[in-house]
């Protein structure tokens, strides 16, 4: 499996962006899709994850109500919909396949087998 981050940039305080990530080869392995981000000097962090075959979802509190994500199957995508940007949100952002089929949200990063290359998110005025 591979996979493919995109749609990072430079955003203001309050903008939104949207992310994503293109999942190719064995996406059959893959039971749920996370979005982790890791800030210079700080650990790695999940914030968002989506069952990949009945959509469920779950968030970390620091970004629940002002980011989405979601996915399209047919496409083998997953999103992340980011809005009320704030400059604590500055981080590179990941995304991540676990292909363990769990009954809850994993939470550790070692948990996740499959990861995108990163991209920047830069919230600044």
């Known amino acids: 499996v591979q996979l493919q981050a995109s749609g990072g940039g430079l955003v203001q305080p309050g903008g939104s962006l949207k992310l994503s990530c293109a999942a190719s080869g064995s996406t059959s392995n893959i039971y749920t899709m996370g979005w982790f981000r890791q800030a210079p000097g700080k650990e790695r962090e999940i914030i968002a994850s989506i069952k990949w075959r009945n959509g469920r979802t779950d968030y970390a509190d620091s970004v629940k109500g002002r980011f989405t994500i979601s996915s399209d199957n047919a496409k083998d995508t997953v999103y992340l919909q980011m809005s009320s940007l704030k400059p604590e949100d500055t981080a590179v952002y990941y995304c991540?396949?676990?292909?363990?089929?769990?009954?809850?949200?994993?939470?550790?990063?070692?948990?996740?087998?499959?990861w995108g290359q990163g991209t920047q998110v830069t919230v600044s005025s």
């Open positions: 991540a396949g676990d292909r363990v089929r769990r009954m809850y949200f994993a939470r550790l990063s070692s948990s996740f087998d499959y």
